[in-house]
């Protein structure tokens, strides 16, 4: 036993994790980059807990959270237990909810889910964050963008990520939509089919 660990101490844990943890966010989408022409889905539908999920995104996100001095809320569904991609649905989370801390200074980010119909589940993340330019809309997706007075591209802020994210969206027969409002800030949402998981 070494000693308790003092606030201070606390505050610089949690920036060498948010650090360690937005390194190994980049190389995991680097890695789901080279798969580009490879099967996105490694996995097979199997059940899972929705809560299940929420919760280890919390604990993923959180030390960034305390870092940038905002709230983090999660509202998961009502039902629990659902069939489908349980590790792509928790990577599209991540790469959404980081960026939303990211792109926040103040206020909060909220991870929601709620049924939206027979087997269906609207997922959405949203923050307070300043709203994305009009110009940054047309190429948000793209996950490198051209550099500005020098030759050569360089990696978007946000785009690698989003970009994964569709593509795992995409390859559960889905897509990723959003909204931004200067004062408002940005919500990303998408619709997943499914199923009950009850008498598996």
């Given at each position: ?56 995104l919390r604990q993923m996100v959180e030390p960034m959270v305390v870092v940038k ?12 237990r659902v069939i489908g991609h349980r590790l792509a649905l928790f990577r599209v989370l991540l790469n ?105």
């Open positions: 036993y070494s000693g308790d660990v003092s606030d201070t101490q606390k505050d610089q844990l949690s920036l060498i994790w948010s650090a360690a943890f937005g390194m190994m966010s980049v190389f995991s989408d680097l890695m789901d980059l080279a798969k580009e022409r490879a099967q996105m889905l490694e996995e097979s539908e199997g059940p899972f807990s929705i809560h299940g999920v929420f919760e280890e001095g905002i709230d983090l809320k999660m509202k998961p569904p009502l039902h629990e959404l909810t980081t960026n939303g801390i990211k792109f926040t200074d103040e206020g909060f980010v909220e991870v929601k889910a709620k049924t939206s119909g027979r087997d269906r589940v609207e997922f959405s993340v949203r923050d307070t964050g300043r709203a994305i330019a009009p110009e940054a809309q047309e190429t948000l997706y793209e996950p490198f963008k051209k550099a500005r007075d020098r030759r050569g591209y360089f990696f978007s802020g946000s785009g690698l990520g989003l970009s994964i994210a569709r593509r795992y969206l995409r390859s559960m027969g889905s897509d990723l939509s959003f909204e931004t409002k200067p004062g408002w800030g940005t919500r990303f949402h998408f619709d997943l089919r499914l199923a009950s998981a009850e008498g598996y």
